[in-house]
């Protein structure tokens, strides 16, 4: 596994300091806005598992029944020999029932930028499935360094496993790029297994977003809260207010941080003035049809062979071929 670590340069740690450059430039828009990947530090993951196991929040809910119902059947899809790759894995938890389904794997090569979430996940996979050949890879999946060590994997077939609609996050172009990039990093036979939510009532989608329990108003203002503690910022997390709501023409629920007054914030020596009703944007979740997906993957060389959704069509897992 590689385990290299990035050391501060002068005493200025880079992470923080592309994380401060991200802020600045995304509250200095017209449409103030916040890159939604920052929203996940330790209390936003936290919070962020508390929202998967809401009532309110059918999407994880709702994955995992297409899965336990469907197991069969991908198993059957996939066939023996295979090798499993899930890029962004964490935990590693929604993958263990396939990979003990599935006939002789070739192996599972989980990707993620945190080594400590991954070494205690291959554990935990490992003493389940003692035979399974693990390769555990470091890093951010959209670069290029985790991928480098796929080509000494050897398998029948490789499946890119990329479920928790965390497509859904990415907007079209860029779903399209990533997408893209994962057709390019198989060959002819290999195959994407992948969840996404489906477009729906506006209702349902709106409870999800805005549950009753409020946990993901906090998930939401947590990173205003980040920005405070890690960027040394003075944002009054009690005069922004959590507001997500469908849009039905971009098809997505859109994630904002709404100012309740006229009021500046200060972020090292800047200064960003907030207009009361002015919001941040913080997070797009799209929302597809069975056929629009179908057709994205069509445009960047994946052939659909499986769509399996649950009984209301609110969620769907797609099996595509390269
Ligand atoms: C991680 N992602 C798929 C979630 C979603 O539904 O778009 C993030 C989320 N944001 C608010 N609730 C859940």
């Given at each position: 596994m590689n385990m290299a670590i990035n050391p501060p340069h002068n005493g200025v740690?880079?992470?923080?300091?592309?994380?401060?450059?991200?802020?600045?430039?995304?509250?200095?828009?017209?449409?103030k806005t916040l890159p939604c990947k920052y929203l996940y530090d330790e209390s936003g993951s936290r919070l962020f598992e508390r929202i998967c196991e809401l009532k309110d929040y059918y999407v994880t809910r709702t994955e995992a029944d297409i899965f336990s119902g469907k197991l069969e059947q991908?198993?059957?899809?996939?066939?023996?020999?295979?090798?499993?790759?899930?890029?962004?894995?964490?935990?590693?938890?929604?993958?263990?029932?396939?990979?003990?389904?599935?006939?002789?794997?070739?192996?599972?090569?989980?990707?993620?930028?945190?080594?400590?979430?991954?070494l205690a996940a291959r554990a935990r996979i490992q003493a389940r499935l003692p035979n399974l050949h693990i390769h555990a890879a470091v890093g951010d999946f959209t670069a290029r360094a985790v991928w480098d060590e796929l080509p000494a994997m050897k398998a029948r077939r490789r499946v890119i496993f990329f479920p928790g609609s965390t497509i859904g996050n990415f907007d079209p172009d860029q779903?399209?790029?990533?997408?893209?990039?994962?057709?390019?990093?198989?060959?002819?036979?290999?195959?994407?297994?992948?969840?996404?939510?489906?477009?729906?009532?506006?209702?349902?989608?709106?409870r999800a977003y805005n549950d009753s329990e409020q946990v993901t108003a906090r998930f939401n203002k947590n990173l205003l809260k980040r920005i405070n503690t890690e960027l040394g910022a003075d944002f009054d997390l009690s005069m922004f207010s959590h507001r997500s709501f469908y849009h039905p023409?971009?098809?997505?629920?859109?994630?904002?941080?709404?100012?309740?007054?006229d009021q500046s914030v200060h972020i090292r020596g800047?200064?960003?003035?907030?207009?009361?009703?002015?919001?941040?944007?913080?997070?797009?979740?799209?929302?597809?049809?069975?056929?629009?997906?179908?057709?994205?993957?069509?445009?960047?060389?994946?052939?659909?062979?499986?769509?399996?959704?649950?009984?209301?069509?609110?969620?769907?897992?797609?099996?595509?071929?390269?």
């Open positions: 740690d880079p992470e923080v300091q592309v994380f401060l450059q991200d802020v600045i430039s995304g509250l200095s828009r017209d449409q991908m198993a059957s899809a996939i066939g023996p020999d295979a090798l499993i790759i899930e890029p962004g894995a964490g935990n590693c938890e929604k993958v263990e029932p396939l990979l003990e389904e599935l006939t002789s794997p070739a192996g599972y090569m989980p990707m993620d930028i945190s080594p400590e979430i991954l779903a399209s790029v990533l997408l893209s990039s994962f057709a390019n990093r198989l060959s002819t036979g290999d195959a994407l297994l992948i969840g996404t939510d489906l477009d729906k009532d506006p209702v349902v989608l709106e023409i971009r098809q997505r629920v859109e994630m904002h941080l709404v100012s309740l007054a800047e200064t960003f003035h907030f207009r009361e009703g002015e919001t941040i944007h913080t997070e797009n979740s799209h929302k597809y049809t069975l056929e629009g997906f179908k057709t994205l993957l069509k445009s960047v060389g994946f052939s659909t062979a499986y769509q399996w959704t649950d009984p209301s069509n609110h969620y769907a897992i797609h099996f595509a071929e390269v």
